[in-house]
């Protein structure tokens, strides 16, 4: 059973930075995609980031141009560069795989643990 494995979070001040890492236990045989989510208290979890594996990315309006996502596909990671952090981005973030680990296998999703960012002063 592959497993992802996230990293990275912790307590920052606002307009502060961070870098999520989300990694895998094995390789994949194909990733569609790699994207990054995050759910506060008492709201539905939400799409931060994605990268296909074209490299095309896609953010959520609200990080639009303070997060950027990542990947190097040799070390089975992705990553979150969080700066210009807010209050608001207070959440737990997990990433999430499309992927399969194997030819005769489909592709399904896979979740991380989740790690919290809290950004306060």
């Known amino acids: 059973q592959v497993q992802l494995v996230e990293s990275g979070g912790g307590l920052v001040q606002p307009g502060g930075s961070l870098t999520l890492s989300c990694a895998a236990s094995r390789s994949f045989f194909g990733i569609s995609t790699m994207g990054w989510y995050r759910q506060a208290p008492g709201n539905q979890r939400e799409l931060v980031a994605m990268?296909?594996?074209?490299?095309?990315?896609n953010y959520a309006d609200f990080v639009k141009g303070r997060f950027t996502i990542s990947r190097d596909t040799s070390k089975n990671t992705a990553y979150l560069q969080m700066n210009s952090l807010k209050p608001e981005d207070t959440a737990v973030y997990y990433c999430k795989w499309n992927a399969r680990p194997g030819i005769a296998v489909r592709y399904n999703d896979y979740w991380g643990q989740g790690t919290q960012v809290t950004v306060s002063s």
């Open positions: 990268i296909t594996s074209g490299g095309t990315t």
